[in-house]
């Protein structure tokens, strides 16, 4: 259901707009988020609201090109790619501005 709503959501939004660039969700390293706040903030269905969104994202759309941080965060197992679970390291953030200058790039 929350796929369905951020799918019409999104489809509106991208009908009322032009040129815009759409950078999916980071994923969470759990295991890093201290226990207080796991349960509120992190212990959510990201995961599958990303799968549910990815088919509608993800085809090449010049107008509105996606950028999926998703699978970049999510594969980063480092210990230094994240000190929370939530927030990045320096240079994973400097990987997702250079996908998004490499995007810029492409579709501008």
């Known amino acids: 259901k929350a796929v369905d709503m951020a799918v019409g959501d999104i489809e509106s939004f991208l009908g009322l707009a032009h040129h815009t660039t759409y950078v999916s969700m980071c994923s969470y390293q759990t295991e ?45 197992h480092m210990d230094n790619c994240s000190y929370d679970g939530g927030h990045r390291s320096r240079y994973v953030n400097r990987w997702k501005a250079q996908l998004l200058l490499n995007t810029l790039c492409d579709v501008g």
């Open 32 to 76: 890093k988020v201290p226990l207080p706040y796991r349960n509120a903030t992190h212990n959510s269905a990201a995961g599958v609201i990303y799968e549910g969104l990815l088919p509608y994202l993800a085809p090449r759309n010049e107008s509105h090109p996606f950028i999926d941080v998703f699978q970049l965060t999510r594969a980063c």
